[in-house]
């Protein structure tokens, strides 16, 4: 096995471990896609781990720009994820600058987080989200060269994102985070707080009131997002509506029943991903 077949391989291994929801999509596209998308996903992975991880936050700093730093030479690295992601930015147009604003939006998360308003959210997530839309489009291809495609990318980018903030409210409010707009809670008279045991505290049921509100915004973007299927090819289609479906049905769980997030994090079966997957790949929608 050659050093590119194994850095492809270390990606792969990395995606099927770690990429519980998007490895459902990824295993739909045909074998050179799919391992440029597990590059991908892996310096995605790697990135955000150190955003995530328990270290000090001038730690996290140093290695962000270490990666930063890796990004401007690939050509010089053994490291096999960089090695992988180098091959596959010979071979499609990959806009690594892409990884740099994920960068850009992980350094948000370093910290205490607040957001003051829809628009600052929107802006987060285009960073750690929408980027990943448009490295994803990069891979896929597209039968159209103008900006509506990296457009509608970058939209299912932020409506993933918004799922995932639903989803991980009282994990984020554990480590200092709240990615829910300050205006909006305010509005709805929402204060976000744990109970005795843990869970997110909502005897009046404002939160759940506005969880379904924001549940209702994230599916809109979903909508502007998901334009993007007609302009690609059958099997990245297929990737991408798995990949979003997934999502979309956890958003669909949430709006349902809010209170399904106060003391667990939500998530489908293999089952039902699997049969979101197959229903992707026969071309259905979620």
């Known amino acids: ?77 053994s490291d096999p994820v960089f090695t992988a992601v180098n091959d596959a930015a010979r071979r499609f147009p990959v806009p690594l600058t892409a990884f740099e604003e994920l960068i850009d939006g992980v350094q948000m998360d370093l910290g205490e987080v607040r957001i003051a308003d829809f628009d600052e959210l929107v802006v987060y997530c285009r960073h750690v989200a929408g980027s990943v839309g448009r490295l994803c489009l990069s891979i896929f291809g597209s039968s159209t060269t103008d900006a509506r495609t990296s457009l509608y990318a970058d939209q299912l980018g932020v409506a993933l994102q918004q799922t995932n903030i639903l989803r991980d409210i009282r994990e984020d409010l554990g480590n200092g985070r709240v990615y829910l707009p300050q205006d909006e809670l305010d509005r709805y008279g929402v204060e976000l707080r744990v109970d005795d045991l843990g869970a997110l505290d909502d005897p009046a049921g404002r939160l759940a009131a506005y969880i379904r509100y924001a549940a209702g915004r994230a599916g809109d973007w979903y909508s502007l997002g998901l334009r993007l299927v007609p302009h690609l090819d059958r099997r990245s289609a297929a990737c991408c509506r798995a990949m979003a479906g997934i999502y979309h049905h956890l958003l669909d769980r949430i709006a349902a029943d809010p209170v399904l997030v106060y003391d667990q994090r939500l998530s489908l079966s293999v089952a039902q991903k699997a049969r979101v997957a197959v229903t992707a790949l026969a071309g259905g929608g979620r």
């Open 1 to 77: 096995m050659s050093t590119i077949e194994q850095a492809y391989a270390t990606c792969e291994q990395i995606t099927r471990t770690e990429a519980g929801n998007f490895y459902y999509g990824i295993r739909l596209l045909p074998p050179s896609k799919r391992s440029a998308l597990c590059a991908v996903y892996a310096l995605a992975r790697r990135i955000d781990d150190i955003g995530d991880g328990d270290g000090a936050t001038a730690d996290k700093e140093t290695a962000l720009a270490a990666v930063r730093k890796d990004l401007g030479r690939l050509d010089e690295s």
